[in-house]
């Protein structure tokens, strides 16, 4: 975790053990620059004033291919060039290390993440991600079938649900509620059947456009086809809009309908209580969550990639492509002359940044820009030098989740809390001892949240994920001793209703303008996609390049 943008403050806390001194403990926000961002924007001034307002380069440099984006997607596309033996290119990041939302951090000597922290099992449907994880010995041939590295799957118990004041198994409410309850997760559990029926789910997206009843599923909000099909009980509510949140930034009234039933027919369905199912979907996980990952494809580009680079231009020529870009180490503008670049870069950064390119492809990414809306969030690792206590119920697990009463979405008491993951879960200590907790916090509900986020001092946030886990761990504020504040003001594309059928209208301009062999333009994000996964920013890297 880069150090010198760490600022931290004393905090005083009561000490681990009852009738401890307080003890001091550090706390501060780290990961994004959120200034270099920033900096991009007041230098473009928006689409009506992008020409000629960036500062004349110094310096010139040439190389084949440019990577405009380090997060997974501008990775993939480097190893995707590295696979071809192509060496000639280099990549352009922002930040002080590549990774996107899935970087990771180390605090009080622990690693953990400041974003994403796993990866489902891939399915058939993402043979890239297959290959990658073949090629970084997580999964191998052995007597004819598939077998992953027992190591980096997620240990058992995986998930559990502090609910009417004690721990259960799994993350769906069911200790305690009543017959019409278990009826309606038995009605819904039918409804993802048939929807799984209906047209094919996958991730990646196997097919663009959707499929008609997909876009039906697509038009409406996830709540409003809840209450057409009479699912009304709260406790479902809760489990669907707490998924929601989990994977898209926002809860049922944000997200579309097709969004809420992706979420679990694009996967592992859903099993009522008492239903014949598998055991849960594995998961490949790390302490450091999925910077395990982003780190491994970051390590092989040696000095090609180049950290601390605000792009601020992109601009087609004759003879390929012209890139300016802020180089943050010397203070300096550089202009980059490659035969292509891939665009890597969020929609509505690329929407500012690209100029001059075929008019299809600029009006497509300018109508693109004013359709998605990002989710902004919050991660706030807490690092403990001793465990939590054990209250009773189901075991310590890897994801813990606190069920919030008075409330769904960003409203109510959850505040858009989503519950903590350990990042000493996988270990095989047998004698627990000091942990990361880290919290999550999706604000895609809350139209004031990335002000919230920008201005709020980290303390806000601390105090924030305490009061969300006091019911369940009223130990824990004696127990911090560190805290390390994580923000996203744009973390990812939410999949709002509407939005996966005018995707497939402006993807077609973009990728029909940028991915024919003559183009010196290539895009790849998960924005293209609706909404933000591994698999699909991963896919559209490789396929960017291939």
Not at 136 to 163: K, N
Request: hydrophobic share 40%; proline share 7%.
């Amino acid at each position: 975790m880069p150090t010198h943008r760490r600022h931290f403050a004393a905090l005083a806390l009561a000490g681990c053990r009852p009738g401890a001194e307080p003890q001091a403990a550090q706390g501060g926000f780290v990961g994004q620059s959120w200034e270099r961002g920033h900096a991009l924007r007041d230098a473009t001034g928006g689409p009506a004033s992008k020409s000629g307002t960036a500062p004349k380069p110094t310096v010139t440099r040439r190389v084949h291919t440019l990577i405009a984006g380090g997060g997974v997607a501008g990775l993939a596309a480097a190893r995707a060039l590295r696979l071809k033996g192509q060496d000639d290119f280099a990549l352009l990041e922002l930040e002080d290390d590549a990774g996107g939302n899935a970087r990771a951090g180390l605090l009080g000597g622990l690693p953990c993440p400041l974003g994403a922290h796993y990866l489902p099992v891939p399915g058939d449907h993402a043979p890239h991600v297959q290959h990658l994880l073949e090629e970084l010995g997580l999964r191998q041939r052995v007597a004819g079938r598939w077998v992953y590295d027992e190591r980096h799957l997620c240990h058992s118990p995986q998930e559990r649900l502090y609910f009417q004041g004690q721990w259960q198994a799994g993350l769906l409410p069911v200790d305690g509620v009543g017959a019409s309850t278990l009826a309606q997760y038995r009605q819904f559990a039918q409804a993802v059947r048939q929807v799984q029926q209906g047209s094919a789910y996958a991730i990646p997206i196997p097919k663009w456009p959707l499929p008609q009843d997909q876009l039906a599923l697509d038009a409406i909000s996830m709540d409003a086809w809840l209450a057409a099909q009479g699912l009304t009980d709260p406790h479902l509510h809760w489990y669907l809009d707490y998924c929601c949140r989990d994977d898209y930034g926002a809860g049922l009234a944000t997200v579309s309908a097709w969004a809420g039933l992706h979420y679990f027919a694009g996967r592992h369905g859903f099993s009522a209580p008492g239903d014949d199912a598998s055991e849960a979907e594995p998961v490949l996980t790390w302490p450091e969550g999925n910077g395990w990952l982003t780190n491994r494809l970051a390590a092989p580009l040696g000095d090609r990639l180049k950290t601390g680079q605000v792009v601020q231009r992109i601009e087609p020529t004759r003879d390929g492509v012209e890139v300016l870009a802020l180089n943050t180490t010397t203070g300096q503008p550089e202009r980059w002359l490659a035969r292509r670049c891939v665009v890597a870069l969020p929609i509505f950064v690329a929407a500012r940044v690209v100029v001059n390119a075929p008019a299809p492809l600029q009006q497509a990414l300018l109508d693109a820009a004013r359709t998605v809306r990002y989710a902004p969030w919050v991660v706030t690792n807490l690092y403990l030098k001793h465990p939590l206590l054990d209250r009773g119920g189901a075991a310590p697990a890897w994801d813990n989740v606190v069920y919030q009463e008075g409330g769904t979405g960003g409203g109510g008491s959850a505040g858009g809390g989503l519950g903590y993951v350990s990042a000493t879960h996988q270990s095989l200590h047998p004698v627990p001892g000091a942990t990361v907790l880290t919290h999550y916090r999706a604000l895609g509900d809350d139209a004031s949240a990335r002000q919230q986020v920008l201005t709020q001092p980290w303390t806000h946030w601390r105090d924030q994920t305490l009061a969300d886990l006091q019911s369940a761990h009223p130990e824990l504020a004696s127990r911090v001793a560190e805290v390390a504040v994580a923000r996203y003001g744009h973390a990812m594309v939410m999949p709002t209703p509407g939005v996966m059928n005018k995707m497939a209208a402006y993807r077609n301009s973009v990728f029909n303008s940028s991915l024919s062999k003559m183009s010196s333009l290539t895009f790849a994000h998960s924005d293209w996609a609706g909404y933000s996964v591994f698999e699909e920013a991963f896919t559209m890297g490789h396929l960017a390049v291939v």
